[in-house]
């Protein structure tokens, strides 16, 4: 009986102890994936005036990133495209043939295709530097996202209302050959699906792009919870993770790009 | 008995998880099917294939969007 007092303090010590690692690991996943004002760099640390985050950051550093890759690297005056201006040009053939064209048609693909590729390639290098040390994902922040697909439904109404006028963009949603009972149904389900659309774009690149930066963050945030003796392994297994990461990256530039082309696309052409 | 709410999480996650699991395997099977008939349509079911695969993820994503916010906003 004499131990018992001992032991409850053990097992409240043992308890606490616990609570601080959980803490910790939990300090340390949110560290890495929320959005901050606090940029922390190897010899500097970056706090962000309060009208820009470190996500805002990086959106500003991808877009000159870009600006710099289209504008200085690219060039389009050469015959024969060599070095970086050939894989470039290699992406951009594949958004116009295999996403626009596909989707929109010949004429209207190749119009819209500028559109598409700005937009594959500024999430794209958006899901790359959130790869790179140091560098955090801005497409792993819903505002980003959200505005991307905002981006997309803008595109939806505008150019079905530009092609069809008001009135037939409207009657678009109705399709043909239904009696009217079920339209009743059937038509408000329509115009909500278009904002569903939308709003499935937006969590499926947030949470694509969030999840990846959880599962690798969690597997190094075992060495918070178990010790150092699992650091080698966590390291591993997060490195492996890694390389799924940059397959994903790639995966979902391309998804978020191929279904805003097939929404724009049925709101261009519907009854397809 | 009191339910952890962070196990009743975890095991929401673990439903969807199923239930994903089945649908992208299903759709990967047929996936097989079709090309191992028609090699020559294998471009046309992988892009499709695709496509279907991320609908269902965008499903599974939503619940662990939703999962994440039981588990981080207090």
Redesign the interface.
Known sequence: MSSSPSHTSDAAHGAAEGDDKIQAFQDFL?HHVMDSHHWELPFLDIHTPAFITVHGIMLLIGTAFLCLLFGVVYKRKDDVPRGMTNLLESFIIFVRD?ISIANLGEEDGRKFTPFFCSMFFFVLMLNLMGLIPLFSTATSNLAVTAALSMITLGAIISMGIARHGALGFLKSFAPPGVPLAVLVILYPIEILGTFIKAF?LT??L???M??GH?VIFSILGMVLLFGALVALPAALLATAIYFLEIFVAF?QA??FV??SS?FIGASLHPEH | MELPLGGLIALAAALVTWGAGLGISKIGASAMDGIARQPEAANNIRGTMIIACALIEGVAFFCAVIALIAVFVK
Do not use: H, V
């Open positions: 949110a295999e499935a969590i499926r947030f949470a694509n969030l999840a959880i995966l391309y998804i191929l279904l097939m």
